[in-house]
């Protein structure tokens, strides 16, 4: 592969030179005047033309966009001056005749009927002079409106200004696609020979380049599928050896099948008791493949109620207890069963007890010891029952 790569860049850049050479007779034979196999130096002039002329006309349009929006900035702002001053003379006629009732320094009433020399004010009796205000008001408003005026009309000027360079813009933008498209046609006929060769070439070395790109990693691959293969193979030994092992061990004690059956036997031993007042479900069923729990042919958490979930888990504790003398040495067992209040859910009174019982029974047989917190009072049952009453009970607020 990098021989045939080596072979088609040598080619390529053959064909390269044969083109700049090509290219270079035509441009001497156009500066001699002369027009060669479809070469016309002119355009190549035409076009730097064009594009001095397009460059030269958008600047010239984006100048006049410039001015003319300050312009017309200053515009509004004459405008806004021009209305300050009309609320400004309305202002004068509003308070022109407003009379002064009360004294500014001392706060005294002032009566305007008192007498007092003409011509002065009845306030203080300074002289009084003729209010200039809205004269010099009126004469600002006809300065403003004429510089408005004059602004209005350099606008207009201006946006005839831009409306002609943006039509001279597209012109030249017009005439500089025209010479673009012509200098595309004479090169492509120029070239016209070489492209197809060149494209080939092009696609034959991106296809060895990326081939070459992909060696490593195919390497890469190769080696980590070797390494594999060597551990799935190990693997596969070790646990062939593991299963002769086991088939030359002697099995001792019970299948996992018969274990599962026998702790379901033991549960459903507890339940039946309760089927006439809390248990209503079916017999209890475990799967030797993944220890799920069932209640007749579906999982006990899809079954089971709130009282009946009770029950379950204290059939689920005892049976723990019995795993010694079920299943042998062979299997570990609790010898401690500690239950934090389990007789909740509105369990009657009478089936706690016999509950109580019945797990006093079962620890009694297997030598285990059973810690239990009772939130309903338990009469003493039998002697292997210690009752220890708290000193302190909490009872939360009333319809909690």
């Given amino acids: 592969m990098r021989a045939e790569l080596d072979a088609v860049v040598r080619q390529r850049s053959q064909l390269t030179r044969e083109v700049e050479q090509l290219v270079a007779r035509g441009r001497q034979e156009g500066d001699a005047g002369a027009v060669s196999h479809?070469?016309?130096?002119?355009?190549?002039?035409?076009?730097?033309?064009?594009?001095?002329?397009?460059?030269?006309?958008?600047?010239?349009?984006?100048?006049?966009?410039?001015?003319?929006?300050?312009?017309?900035?200053?515009?509004?702002?004459?405008r806004a001056e021009i209305a300050r001053m009309e609320r400004l003379l309305a202002s004068v006629d509003l308070f022109d005749s407003l009379p002064v009732r009360l004294c500014p320094a001392c706060e005294q009433?002032?009566?305007?009927?008192?007498?007092?020399?003409?011509?002065?004010?009845?306030?203080?009796?300074?002289?009084?002079?003729?209010?200039?205000?809205?004269?010099?008001?009126?004469?600002?408003?006809?300065s403003l409106a004429a510089e408005a005026d004059d602004?209005?009309?350099?606008?207009?000027?201006?946006?005839r200004d831009l409306d002609q360079a943006k039509a001279d813009h597209r012109h030249a933008q017009s005439t500089h696609?025209?010479?673009?498209?012509?200098?595309?046609?004479?090169?492509?006929?120029?070239?016209?020979?070489?492209?197809?060769?060149?494209?080939?070439?092009?696609?034959?070395?991106?296809?060895?380049?990326?081939?070459?790109?992909?060696?490593?990693?195919?390497?890469?691959?190769?080696?980590?599928?070797?390494?594999?293969?060597?551990?799935?193979?190990?693997?596969?030994?070790?646990?062939?050896?593991?299963?002769?092992?086991?088939?030359e061990t002697p099995t001792t004690g019970r299948t996992p099948i018969d274990r599962c059956a026998l702790f379901a036997d033991r549960m459903n031993e507890f339940l039946n008791r309760h089927r006439d007042d809390v248990w209503v479900a079916g017999n209890v069923a475990i799967s030797?493949?993944?220890?799920?729990?069932?209640?007749?042919?579906?999982?006990?958490?899809?079954?089971?109620?709130?009282?009946a979930r009770v029950l379950f888990f204290l059939a689920y504790s005892r049976a723990l207890l019995f795993l010694a003398r079920d299943l042998g040495d062979d299997c570990p067992y609790p010898g401690l069963l500690m239950l934090d209040n389990p007789f909740q859910q509105g369990i009657a009174s009478d089936v706690v007890h016999e509950v109580l019982r019945d797990i006093d029974d079962a620890a009694q047989a297997t030598g285990a010891q059973v810690i239990s917190t009772q939130a309903v009072p338990v009469p003493r049952l039998s002697p292997g029952i210690e009752q220890i009453i708290m000193p302190n009970t909490y009872i939360g607020e009333p319809g909690s």
């Fill in 288 to 307: 030797a493949d993944d220890l799920t729990f069932y209640v007749g042919t579906r999982p006990w958490s899809q079954v089971l109620g709130a009282e």
């Fill in 38 to 78: 479809g070469y016309d130096a002119i355009l190549s002039q035409q076009y730097e033309q064009a594009t001095q002329n397009l460059t030269s006309t958008a600047e010239t349009v984006a100048g006049l966009e410039q001015v003319l929006t300050a312009h017309m900035q200053s515009h509004n702002t004459v």
């Fill in 151 to 159: 602004l209005q009309e350099v606008i207009a000027r201006t946006s």
């Fill in 177 to 247: 696609q025209d010479i673009a498209r012509q200098l595309n046609v004479d090169r492509a006929a120029r070239l016209a020979p070489f492209m197809a060769r060149l494209e080939e070439m092009a696609a034959q070395t991106a296809a060895l380049e990326q081939k070459l790109m992909a060696l490593p990693a195919i390497e890469q691959m190769l080696t980590r599928k070797t390494a594999a293969t060597q551990t799935s193979q190990a693997a596969q030994d070790r646990l062939n050896r593991l299963k002769q092992q086991l088939d």
């Fill in 109 to 142: 009433k002032i009566d305007i009927h008192r007498d007092h020399p003409e011509g002065t004010c009845y306030v203080c009796t300074q002289p009084v002079t003729e209010d200039q205000r809205r004269r010099r008001g009126e004469l600002e408003k006809r």
